[in-house]
């Protein structure tokens, strides 16, 4: 069984900088994509950034790809997600997440397809 654990949440201002960890135990497949989502109040659950535990592949959301910056250690077994320049429209509860094969087209951005979620970690952005 896999838990994911994320911590690193808070209030900050715009255009302030925030860290997100996610600490994982179990085993985790080398084709397994590691990544995060956010939820936003009354809005659904969005995909966010991923990244293959193997290593070579990373995908972002279009929103976020200048300004966040999604990592992992092998070692540690954590999955990081650097959130610069934050808005305000980035206020939401992010969400660890572990989906595995089979994959298709696009798959990595649905959530319907996570096999494993954190519990969430709540980063809010005042203006």
């Known amino acids: 069984q896999v838990q994911l654990v994320e911590s690193g949440g808070g209030l900050v201002q715009a255009g302030d900088s925030l860290r997100l960890s996610c600490a994982i135990s179990?085993?985790?497949?080398?084709?397994?994509?590691m990544g995060w989502f956010r939820q936003a109040p009354g809005k659904e659950r969005e995909f966010v950034a991923t990244?293959?535990?193997?290593?070579?592949?990373?995908y972002y959301e279009d929103s976020v790809k200048d300004r966040f910056v999604i990592s992992r250690d092998n070692v540690k077994n954590t999955v990081s997600l650097q959130m610069n320049s934050l808005k305000p429209e980035d206020t939401a509860v992010y969400y660890c997440?572990?989906?595995?094969?089979?994959?298709?087209?696009?798959?990595?951005?649905?959530?319907?397809?996570?096999?494993?979620w954190g519990q969430g970690t709540q980063v809010t952005v005042s203006s």
């Open positions: 179990g085993r985790i497949l080398s084709s397994y994509m």
């Open positions: 997440a572990a989906n595995g094969p089979p994959y298709y087209t696009n798959s990595y951005r649905d959530p319907r397809e996570v096999d494993y």
């Open positions: 990244t293959r535990w193997s290593g070579g592949l990373t």
